[in-house]
């Protein structure tokens, strides 16, 4: 089984890398090209998000998924389809009419009066991922991962394209005394263009995602979507205090910062924490694997065991991917502009903060198959409170990093609540003592790190190349990894697929 999901998670792992890299293309350019204050206006909108993202999906991606894979035939799934991607649907038209209905005040709230096309653009691509949340979704239970692939590569191809084009290449057309890129051509829009282009590109994903859907259009069945609605509705309440969790420490940072510098700082973080690419790369494809895997209905015994040997090999592969970043830090700090460097001492503290998010996200399994799902709220919930707390302590007096610190014990927290959670209601045998190995042996190469750093350059990284090969030759040898037929599956399952 977990050959199985292995497997799966390596095909949406190329998509994710595939799709995050070519997006994370435009972080070296933006932050070459803008200022932190500029930069911190894009942190801003794009933490807003996620927090507005989950609240018009209504949990229902995951209700999907324990429903559909509960249904008798095909016809029910559809029928399931139908009912969450209709009630999606009209809360995101609600949604969008509201901010334009409010625009003027919400735009003052958000310190954007000067730019009110900012908010709305913003409500606008909001809407229109959502209302592809649960298309994509569908895609994922019917195992087409590579439909998947290719559509989401190709959202983020033309998105690159198009941010490109408005902000280099317009300007130049414009003065050249066309007609028609004059009209187009807005001066000092910066900000608005990388907004537009991301809309046009979810315009598009979406335009391409509907003749896919075959005969399941939109249609909401109030005797389907009510079972799913009482499932999905506490996994909304802790998606948003989740989200929260995971977004608010920017608000934090541009709120309780002093005025002058609050964006700039803001900016710089948003850079920084785009540097930890991978790690959040690995978490997003291990939940696109492993939502559908253990929500398929499997035996409770199966289940058990393969979320514990899940969780162990989740954790190996995070702290390789913590390694393979601040062991070669200073690589990686050239992909954001010379400008925002000065935030690297906090990578790692951001790095950390998103292996326990991903063990979070692991520790709710239980929950979610077991259909408890009143627990995240209690989870999210007890985070969301350190978060503000912490964040209300240490922001003021220490900037940006104490909203990196906060976050980390947000997350820590859950990590510890959920743990607790899963062992008194359902019992898990988690490898605690591999996962504490795993944990102290990173922490010794992580210091053996600093060690490193006194060496000559080409030593140096050298050096660390072998430290990261001695952890990856250990946990070989100690988990008995065939590594070839582990290869052999993934490849094979890409192949299916």
Known sequence: MIKQLAGQTAIYGISSIVARLLNYLLTPYLTRIMSP????????????????????????ETGYFRFAGQAADEAGRRRIFASTWGAVILFAIVFVGAVFVFLRPLSEVMNYADHPSYVWTVALIIALDAITAVPFARLRQQNRAMTFVALRVASVVINLILCVFLISVLPHLAKGGGALWEAIYVPDFT????LVANLAASAIALLLLLPLMGRAWPRIDRKVLRPVLVYSMPLLVSGIAGTANGYID????????????AMSWLGIYGAVTKIAVVMVLFTQMYRFAAEPFFLSGMKDADFRHANSRAMTFY?????????????????????????????????????????????????????????QTRYAIWVTGTGLAVIIVMSIILVPRFGYAGAAVASLLCALTTTVQSYHLCQKYAPIPYDLRAIGFYFALGGVIYAAGFATALLPALAMYVANLLLLGLFAMIVVRREKIDVKGLAGSMLRRMRRA
């Open 37 to 60: 204050d500029q930069y911190g206006v894009i942190t801003d909108m794009y933490a807003l998000m996620p927090f507005a993202l989950t609240i018009l999906t209504l949990g229902l």
């Open 191 to 194: 900000v608005g263009y990388v």
């Open 250 to 261: 920017r608000q934090m940072i541009k709120y309780l910062s002093p005025g002058a510098i």
């Open 315 to 371: 954790i190996i592969v995070s702290l390789l991917i913590f390694l393979g970043i601040t062991l070669f830090v200073k690589m990686f700090a050239l992909i954001v502009g010379a400008d925002f460097r000065e935030g690297m001492f906090i990578l790692p503290v951001v790095l950390l903060t998103n292996i326990f998010i991903g063990t979070t996200f692991n520790l709710s399994f239980w929950y979610k198959q077991s259909g």
